[in-house]
């Protein structure tokens, strides 16, 4: 599947979106204030922002929602159905841009749209390929028990299980091996 650098990036900003959701009531809000939506914006170069304010940062929060519920969607099917209904919501209109020194890409939202609905739009397209090409499945959640983030599969055997090989991933390995030999010396 190739992926070009606008879809990465959006699938990077889609996925540290929907990272940014508190796991349960007692976590924090990633996103605790338009500040930190603003910086959200910076980091992932969001472009043709305006002015942020509290309704952008309520918006984002709804569509980040959203954008959780796809990773767990049950199928193909399932995934679909919730991607057109984001993008359509957005309003996309198609473009061909070549800012900032980037080549030729298309952005899917409209100009002038709220950062919400130009995430709505280039991130849902951004899933959308996934679907399109059979590869819903690499929407998944972290294995680790006390984990659940959200990331994008891009292994060639679709193996990968952790968010993160270094942390979630290690931290079970090494709890199993741990376990393995307790069981071994007992």
């Not at 959203?66 to 473009?95: H, K, M, Q, Y």
């Not at 061909?96 to 002038?112: I, K, Q, R």
């Amino acid at each position: 599947m190739l992926i070009t650098h606008d879809t990465r990036c959006a699938l990077d900003a889609v996925v540290d979106l929907v990272n940014t959701a508190p796991e349960d009531d007692t976590a924090p809000d990633g996103l605790p204030d338009v500040t930190a939506l603003a910086e959200f914006v910076r980091k992932h170069e969001i472009s043709d922002v305006g002015v942020l304010s509290e309704l952008d940062l309520s918006a984002v929060r709804k569509v980040r929602g959203r954008f959780a519920s796809i990773f767990e969607a049950a199928d193909a099917r399932a995934a679909a159905g919730l991607i057109n209904e984001l993008v359509a919501a957005a309003g996309t209109t198609p473009r061909l841009t070549d800012h900032d020194g980037y080549d030729w890409h298309v952005h899917y939202f409209a100009p002038g749209a709220s950062v919400a609905d130009h995430l709505a739009a280039d991130c849902g397209m951004a899933l959308a390929f996934f679907v399109v090409a059979g590869e819903q499945e690499r929407l998944r959640r972290c294995e680790a028990p006390d984990c659940r983030h959200a990331f994008v599969d891009l292994s060639r055997n679709r193996s990968r299980r952790y968010c993160d090989s270094r942390t979630c991933g290690n931290r079970l390995h090494v709890a199993a091996y741990r376990a393995r030999r307790k069981e071994a010396a007992g």
